[in-house]
């Protein structure tokens, strides 16, 4: 299996740019969950689904944050407009209950630099 | 609500020492999960193990070895004869039943650096 796979791995854009992270999760993976790590917070969760479907968007900072999930292979994480404070690095991670609780596998993430 | 802590921040060894990484975690729950993540320099996540709080079976994996405590509310992670490739950020983590079992609170993470 490929993994979990984000584009961009990196990303550089100026203070109010739209910014659009991908990822494609793991085939056959139920959860989908988006992390953003820094230094100052750690890592953090922003928001995951179940079969496509948002279960828990609290973590989300701000209205500026949305994500979605249109179909079990592919999800977005937009920022709008984005801020200097937004630069971290974002991960997606997916999983499988299945028969029981399963480790979550991580993407390679993709550092976003917003300046 | 459920907590994660990683007293050490860095931890500075030299090849071939064991090292112990500490872990304490804060939960209400009876069922919960727990496990250790690896970050290398390259900054993946890599999964290292989960144990449920039904399992106190200590674990060992190669050079890993894994150490829960339920009495102490611990799981720490000892690595033997530790290498430079060791040499990376390593997070505890919990799952419980506020979280349904599916979403991750971590530790502030411990950097291992292991110097020839």
């Known amino acids: 299996d490929a993994g979990v796979i984000q584009s961009p791995r990196h990303e550089v854009t100026e203070m109010g740019q739209e910014v659009t992270l991908r990822c494609k999760p793991i085939?056959?993976?139920?959860?989908l969950f988006w992390y953003r790590q820094t230094m100052m917070r750690g890592l953090e969760l922003l928001i995951y689904f179940n079969n496509n479907v948002p279960i828990d968007d609290s973590g989300m900072p701000e209205d500026r944050f949305s994500a979605k999930m249109p179909n079990a292979s592919f999800s977005t994480l937009k920022i709008q407009p984005s801020e200097p404070r937004d630069s971290a690095v974002y991960f997606c991670a997916s999983s499988s209950r299945g028969s029981g609780n399963t480790e979550a596998f991580f993407g390679q993430g993709t550092r976003l630099t917003v300046v | 609500a459920q907590k994660v802590t990683q007293a050490q921040t860095e931890i500075s060894v030299v090849e071939k020492e064991d090292v112990t990484l500490d872990c304490v975690y804060e939960?209400?729950?009876?069922?919960?999960?727990l496990f250790w993540y690896k970050q290398p320099p390259s900054g993946e996540l890599v999964f290292l193990i989960r144990?449920?709080?039904?399992?106190?079976q200590n674990e060992i994996s190669g050079r890993y070895s894994w150490n829960f405590q339920k009495s102490t509310s611990s799981f720490n992670f000892t690595i033997t004869a530790s290498q430079v490739v060791d040499s990376a950020v390593y997070f505890c983590a919990l799952s419980d039943l506020v979280s349904g079992y599916s979403t991750l609170t971590f530790g502030k993470g411990t950097m291992l650096l292991v110097s020839p």
């Open positions: 144990r449920n709080s039904f399992d106190e």
């Open positions: 085939s056959g993976h139920d959860y």
């Open positions: 939960t209400r729950d009876t069922t919960y999960y």
